[in-house]
């Protein structure tokens, strides 16, 4: 295998999160500061967070839309952030990569979590008119995932179908099958 930085070896996203450990303040300025300097088309930077750390308002209303297969794990969660994007900037003008320059904040944030130690996980499995009603989110906003961040908690805490994925070995396609050509 070639050769791969600490940081993305390591990186992996857990179902099994700590349901008690919290997040300092400090960690997550530290997150938001990395997605804030991902790369994005003509410095778009079309990326909008918003972050519920467990028990508060925001969490619950976050985690309320995400679907019932990954509420059981993304309720263990410290911290739940709701990734979205604009379409559009300020006067008007598309933002055609937007989508994929979030994709490279969230990219970011999650190589900075694994940096501290944290793991996140994403779903996009949620109710965006839900998440819009309860969020109150304007127009322009599109959500688009939603991460899960925390400390690592016991797999055997979890359900036996998310415990068996939980455990079992982290499987990528070789590169080989990636390439169109």
Known sequence: MAQL???LAARWSPHAFNPIAELTDAEVASLLEAARWAPSHGNSQPWR??????DDEAYKRILTNVSPADQRWAGRASALLLAAHVTADAVGAPLTYAAY???QAVAHLTVQATSLRLHVRQTAAFDEAGLRADLDLPPEVHPHVV?????????????EDLRVR??????R???AELMLG
Not at 49 to 54: A, C, D, E, P, Q
Not at 166 to 171: K, M, N, S, Y
Request: glycine residues 14%; without cysteine; proline residues 12%.
């Open 147 to 159: 991460v899960a961040i925390g400390r690592l908690g016991d797999p055997y805490s979890l359900p």
């Open 49 to 54: 967070f918003l972050l519920g750390r467990r």
């Open 101 to 103: 320059d979030l994709g």
């Open 173 to 175: 396609r070789p590169v």
């Open 5 to 7: 930085s600490p940081l």
């Open 166 to 171: 939980e455990v079992g070995l982290r499987q």
